[in-house]
């Protein structure tokens, strides 16, 4: 079964960075779009970034040009580099992705999220 599992989440003041990172694990022919969302508590999870299997790229108008997204398909991952990070960006952050299995299903796959919380 394809996994995603994210990493890089933490603890940061205003101002600071993080760069958030998720590896897709499991029987993947190949990675389709990929995309970072976020849910603060209390909130709807909401789009931060996407990037197509061709590499272009959508923000969020929150995003501001301070995070950038990116991917390596030859490790199975998908990059988002935070910066100029605000309290308002506390949440929880959760990478999602369409993928083919080598069985030639397509699907999309969540995983568990990684919690980013920024102190004034």
């Known amino acids: 079964q394809v996994q995603l599992v994210e990493s890089g989440g933490g603890l940061v003041q205003t101002g600071g960075s993080l760069r958030l990172s998720c590896v897709a694990s499991g029987p993947i022919s190949m990675l389709g779009n990929m995309w970072w969302y976020r849910q603060a508590p209390g909130k709807q999870r909401e789009l931060v970034a996407?990037?197509?299997?061709?590499?272009?790229?959508k923000y969020a108008d929150f995003v501001k040009a301070r995070f950038t997204i990116s991917r390596d398909d030859a490790k199975h991952t998908v990059s988002l580099q935070l910066a100029m990070l605000e309290p308002a960006d506390t949440a929880r952050y959760y990478c999602?992705?369409?993928?083919?299995?080598?069985?030639?299903?397509?699907?999309?796959?969540w995983g568990q999220g990684t919690q980013v919380t920024v102190s004034s």
């Open positions: 996407e990037i197509t299997t061709g590499g272009r790229t």
């Open positions: 999602n992705s369409d993928a083919v299995t080598v069985g030639g299903v397509p699907s999309n796959y």
